[in-house]
């Protein structure tokens, strides 16, 4: 357990100290301010406007941060050598790899407190909406980015860091298109189609089962219940991801 | 401590490389006893399989046959030193000291003093709260040979741990290996530095395409040659 933690604490000091994440975020706060301009040109939509972009804006930018930050973890370790350094102290490949995802889950933690916190004031204090259903939806982000953060550490286990960040992108697009994947297994006539299509739900995070940006804009009703479920299927799906990539990554030599 | 600090009994490690997975042999049935209380030169050409041995021993490759065994109980008790050592350059070395020093959970004071008393032992007190960026290649050489004795260990291997060094970081390099041998620690040592060696070992093996073709004490080979550079390159190239 103390190892997980070194190793957490570790990588929230390497991710947080990075420019490169300084750079992100200050581009995602513009981002959102261009909501402002965006909501005046809209007629009497002002608050919603900027909701809805400045949504997409942390969706986005979040997700960058994800996937490019989680696939260098692990293969920098490898091709600066510092795995030698911790594998020749009494430090498991699971502590490596939990420690390496609960570090960047801190740093995405903050990242998303920052821009999401960032978005509420602008939109009370232009708009006049204080609605606390942002910082829900910011919430449901993280919790998505999560099982991305998850997905990108299992695919540097087995490639480059480039081949995972694109595998991390395409899995949370497919996952918001769960819900069709989902429909081709009940339309499909044919057994084998079917069967591959349901594989495939499986496999891919479903983000789609909750709307949450539909719910923050009041085109939807959520549930407090649906999201709990959502939430923890969402975790349920980083520990087997994790426990995945723990069982490549043990097959590593050095 | 078992018998022996370490022993390597028939090891070998074949590897596959490039598209078509082509195997390569790179140790091919070493054997090497390291007593306890020894400092144990390890040495041999470029590719001789040294470091390869090393890193089965510490479980960072594993043997294709053969066996390791460590006379400690498990990685806590063992420090490396990796040839050409690179660390989180975004840390300061007092950051890095401490941070390995949680891999061993010590506790927050034995691992300020542990970190304060290593930092001194290897003269990087004034650079301690600077980023490992800043650091020259010997000063780095120094943090990495700090980090592998964080845990104060029993067995010590230090993959080439004079590399870099300039006259003063050699001394006192040799000086942290002589201490750790009075105190009754073991060392490991990797070199091509053969004065190093003849100065400080008390054992030495020689590897040549990957098996050890000699081993024995420092005062054997002396006794069949002048120098210990004489009687390396005749075991090397006959």
Request: charged residues 15%; hydrophobic residues 35%; neutral net charge.
């Given at each position: 357990m103390n190892q997980v933690v070194a190793i957490a604490v570790n990588t929230f000091k390497e991710t947080i100290r990075d420019r490169v994440l300084a750079v992100i975020v200050v581009f995602a706060l513009l981002m959102i301010v261009g909501g402002i301009w965006l909501g005046s040109i809209s007629l009497g939509q002002q608050g919603r406007m900027m909701q809805d972009f400045g949504l997409v804006a942390v969706t986005a930018f979040g997700l960058i941060v994800a996937v490019f930050v989680a696939a260098g973890l692990v293969h920098k370790e490898v091709e600066k050598r510092t795995v030698f350094v911790l594998f020749s102290k009494p430090v498991s490949r699971a502590a490596f790899i939990t420690g390496k995802f609960i570090g960047l889950c801190g740093t995405m933690g903050l990242v998303l407190a920052g821009m999401g916190g960032f978005l509420f004031l602008l939109v009370w204090l232009v708009a006049g909406d204080l609605s606390g259903m942002i910082l829900v939806a910011v919430l449901m982000i993280y919790v998505q980015l999560l099982a991305i953060i998850a997905v990108t550490i299992f695919f540097s286990t087995l490639g480059s860091a480039i081949l995972a960040s694109v595998l991390g992108i395409c899995v949370f697009v497919a996952g918001q298109l769960s819900h069709n994947v989902l429909s081709l297994t009940r339309l499909g006539h044919n057994a084998v189609t079917g069967g591959l299509s349901w594989i495939v739900y499986v496999i891919i995070?479903?983000?789609?089962?909750?709307d949450v940006k539909a719910g923050v804009v009041g085109e939807s009703t959520l549930a407090w219940s649906q999201i709990g479920l959502w939430t923890a299927y969402l975790l349920a799906y980083v520990v087997v991801v994790l426990a995945l990539a723990t069982l490549v990554f043990r097959r590593k030599e050095f | 401590m078992s018998e022996a600090a370490v022993r390597v009994s028939g090891l070998h490690k074949t590897v596959h490389v490039g598209f078509r997975r082509r195997p390569v042999e790179i140790l091919k049935g070493v054997d090497l006893t390291v007593g306890p209380n020894d400092v144990y030169g390890l040495l041999g050409p470029n590719g001789a399989g040294k470091t390869t041995t090393v890193k089965v021993a510490l479980g960072l490759m594993r043997p294709t046959s053969g066996s390791v065994e460590l006379g400690?109980?498990?990685?806590?008790?063992v420090g490396y030193l990796p040839e050409n050592p690179y660390f989180y350059?975004?840390?300061?070395g007092r950051e890095f000291l401490g941070f390995c020093a949680r891999l061993f959970s010590m506790d927050t004071a034995a691992r300020r003093r542990r970190v304060d008393e290593l930092l001194r032992d290897v003269s990087l007190e004034k650079a301690a709260?600077?980023?490992?960026?800043?650091?020259s290649k010997g000063m780095l050489q120094r943090i990495g040979i700090a980090q592998a004795l964080i845990n104060d260990p029993q067995l010590v291997l230090l993959d080439e741990?004079?590399?870099?060094?300039d006259p003063v970081g050699r001394v006192e390099v040799k000086r942290i290996i002589e201490k750790l041998h009075e105190r009754g620690k073991t060392v490991l040592f990797n070199s091509h530095i053969l004065s190093d060696v003849h100065e400080l070992c008390t054992r030495i093996a020689i590897m040549r395409d990957g098996i050890v073709v000699w081993e024995g004490a420092v005062a054997e080979a002396m006794q069949e040659a002048a120098t210990l550079e004489d009687f390396f390159m005749r075991v090397v190239t006959t």
């Open positions: 995070p479903n983000f789609s089962a909750v | 400690v109980n498990g990685l806590s008790h350059d975004y840390l300061s709260d600077a980023h490992l960026r800043k650091y741990p004079m590399t870099g060094l």
